[in-house]
């Protein structure tokens, strides 16, 4: 006998089934509730409302759990492979050999972009914000492969996912080397994923860039972590645009545009440039904290927080070791990264933090892990989208295999005027 929610509304005693999710996770399926009651629930930012079912990322914020189809992050950290993440996300398991070799073929053979899209650089201007090149680029691709407006089978969105996931590292590649006038570095098809991206972005026609081991492991795992993460912002909007049966170009240009906000994935950026006015001595760590907690001052600790958790971000840990021993292969400390520290210890032992569960986030280490690869801050968000960007299609693709979806359309309480009449010019 399935478990019962019962809510009371004036004389009527309704029923309503509690959904269980595979983890235990409890929801009350209010579908009915407005042919029932004429009612809706107000829940205006969705911090409690479930906006479907998925078997893609769980998350426990309370413990600081995070598992991919069911794998803890944790056991991609030894040998991280970004490509053979992306598969599983978007289809579901881990792939056999020649099924990740079959990807990363056609990796390989869509990394260049149309020659007409490069040209379009060409007229962008060179400080253009990275992240608006990035979202009308992803918009742009539609218009080179019309062939993929309307995905009809796995097959084809196997391919639209593959000319995605490669063609975003040309993409940002390109813009950075637009902006620092460059020119292009057209990618390397012997080289895998992280080592071609490295190798667009810093080589020079006369000298190829050479890629360390531990540089292309540090951006494989930056992008391991960055790949999903269940229903944030940024994702929740490329569902809601690809309800609309818009296509997957447009869907994850949506999502580039609701990660760039600082709350969202633009916070990446906010917390290097917070980290280093603390280290030009514009501000001292503690009076960060102190900002931090006066309303007064809007100020936020930028990577600290979470809507989910109320725990270490799992993400977090992982980048703070992996900047370590990135540095102690460089054997260059990072004085951001002792501020960092020095930031979080203040903020952990700190009532006000406590109190309110606020932990860093993924976005505390990320910059400083980037920045030490030599991209620079204003790139910072454009490298979690490459992350995200299977994730995004991985949530796409199980959106439109789901017969129950149907346009997202949420309702409002109306506080406007009542009804009144119009006031021609001469009477007001
Ligand atoms: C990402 O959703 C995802 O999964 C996102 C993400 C992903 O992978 O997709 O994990 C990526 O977006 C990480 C978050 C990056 N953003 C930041 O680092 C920006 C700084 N963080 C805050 O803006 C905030 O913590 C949020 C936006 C992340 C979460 O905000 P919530 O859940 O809406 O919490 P809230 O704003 O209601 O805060 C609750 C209290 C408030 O104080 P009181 O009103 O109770 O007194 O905590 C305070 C807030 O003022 N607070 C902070 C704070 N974050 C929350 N105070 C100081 N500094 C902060 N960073």
């Known amino acids: 006998m399935s478990e019962k929610a019962i809510l009371i509304v004036g004389d009527k005693k309704l029923e309503m089934p509690i959904i269980v999710g595979s983890e235990g996770e409890k929801g009350i399926d209010i579908s009915q509730l407005r042919a029932q009651t004429g009612m809706v629930t107000y829940d205006p930012s969705f911090g409690n409302t479930a906006s479907c079912s998925s078997a893609i990322t769980f998350i426990d914020g309370d413990q600081g759990i995070l598992r991919y189809r069911g794998i803890p992050i944790e056991q991609f950290v030894e040998k991280p492979n970004f490509v053979e993440v992306a598969w599983l996300l978007i289809f579901g398991r881990l792939p056999k050999r020649e099924e990740l070799q079959s990807f990363s073929d056609q990796l390989t053979e869509n990394e260049l972009l149309h020659e007409g899209l490069n040209h379009q650089y060409q007229q962008i201007p060179v400080d253009a914000p990275p992240m608006a090149i990035l979202s009308a680029?992803?918009?742009?691709?539609a218009c080179y492969h019309q062939q993929f407006l309307?995905?009809?089978?796995?097959?084809?969105?196997?391919?639209?996912?593959?000319?995605?996931?490669?063609k975003v590292r040309t993409m940002a590649a390109f813009s950075y080397r637009r902006s620092r006038g460059l020119p292009f570095i057209y990618p390397d098809p012997h080289l895998r994923y992280g080592a071609n991206f490295l190798h667009m972005m810093f080589s020079l026609?006369?000298?190829?860039?050479?890629?360390?081991?531990?540089?292309?492991?540090?951006l494989n795992l930056f992008l391991i972590l960055h790949a999903?993460?269940?229903?944030?912002?940024?994702?929740?909007?490329?569902?809601?645009?690809?309800?609309?049966?818009a296509n997957l170009f447009a869907s994850c240009a949506a999502g580039v545009s609701a990660l760039w906000g600082p709350l969202h994935g633009g916070a990446n950026v906010e917390v290097m440039e917070m980290l280093q006015r603390i280290h030009d001595g514009g501000i001292s760590p503690d009076e960060c904290i102190r900002m931090a907690k006066d309303k007064e001052s809007k100020f936020k600790l930028f990577g600290f927080g979470h809507r989910v958790y109320k725990n270490y971000d799992p993400r977090a840990k992982i980048l703070r070791s992996c900047c370590d021993k990135v540095f102690a292969t460089l054997k260059r400390p990072d004085p951001l990264l002792d501020t960092a520290r020095k930031l979080e210890e203040l903020a952990l032992e700190d009532k006000y933090f406590q109190d309110r569960k606020l932990y860093p986030n993924v976005d505390f280490y990320s910059g400083i892990l980037l920045r030490a690869m030599g991209i620079p801050t204003n790139m910072f968000t454009v490298m979690f989208s490459i992350g995200r960007l299977p994730g995004w299609i991985a949530?796409?693709?199980?959106?439109?295999?789901?017969?129950?979806?149907?346009?997202?359309?949420?309702?409002?309480?109306?506080?406007?005027?009542?009804?009144?009449?119009?006031?021609?010019?001469?009477q007001r």
């Open 228 to 245: 999903d993460h269940e229903q944030n912002c940024s994702t929740s909007t490329v569902r809601t645009v690809g309800s609309a049966r």
């Open 205 to 218: 026609p006369y000298r190829q860039y050479v890629v360390t081991r531990e540089m292309e492991d540090a």
């Open 150 to 166: 309307a995905v009809e089978d796995i097959e084809s969105l196997g391919a639209v996912a593959a000319r995605l996931i490669s």
């Open 395 to 426: 949530q796409w693709k199980e959106q439109h295999e789901d017969p129950t979806t149907k346009i997202v359309r949420p309702r409002q309480i109306y506080t406007g005027p009542t009804k009144c009449d119009y006031v021609p010019m001469e």
């Open 137 to 141: 680029s992803l918009n742009n691709l």
